[in-house]
């Protein structure tokens, strides 16, 4: 089962597989390569960390 929590900044990821659902919200979303590359899990990374990683990347 995947982890509830971001690896980034461990807040509730609001992971819908660790709900027991077969989908997530990440599933829909394009996560930079080296947004990725800055973890070393495979636990999904929350929205706000995305958010912000894309905000600072512009």
Not at 4 to 29: D, F, I, L, Q, S
């Amino acid at each position: 089962m995947s982890e509830k929590r971001c690896p980034r900044c461990g807040e509730e990821n609001h992971c819908g597989v660790a709900k027991g659902e077969k989908e997530c919200w990440c599933m829909t979303r394009n996560f930079p390569e080296q947004l990725l590359n800055t973890t070393k899990t495979n636990t999904c990374i929350c929205q706000a960390c995305l958010d912000t990683y894309n905000k600072e990347s512009i």
